[in-house]
């Protein structure tokens, strides 16, 4: 099988509560982390969202079509290197909210 990626000799930003916004990652990026986290996302709350993107700051938003909130945006500088930490009840929601993002 073949390898997507390796972590292997890189250097990862943890996981961290409340620490894990947008311009921080792409700061940790700059600053030589290979790879970043996002906050854990609460799945049903990501599966009702619309992806819009935001021009002005080169990001995807994920904003909620109940009450318009940026429930996760992500910055272009974070492709490829970003993992997305998913909170869901169920596996199927847990799915649904990933293949959104």
Known sequence: MEKLF????????APMVRLGS??????????????????????????SCERIYNA????????????KSTVLRVSEAEKGRLFLQIGAADRKTALEAALIV
Do not use: Q
């Open 6 to 13: 390796s972590i292997s000799n890189k250097l990862l930003l």
């Open 56 to 67: 002005d700051l080169n990001t995807f938003d994920y904003v909620s079509k109940k009450d």
């Open 22 to 47: 947008t311009p921080f990652r792409v700061l940790c990026l700059r600053h030589g982390a290979d790879y970043v986290f996002t906050e854990e996302i609460i799945a049903y709350k990501l599966v």
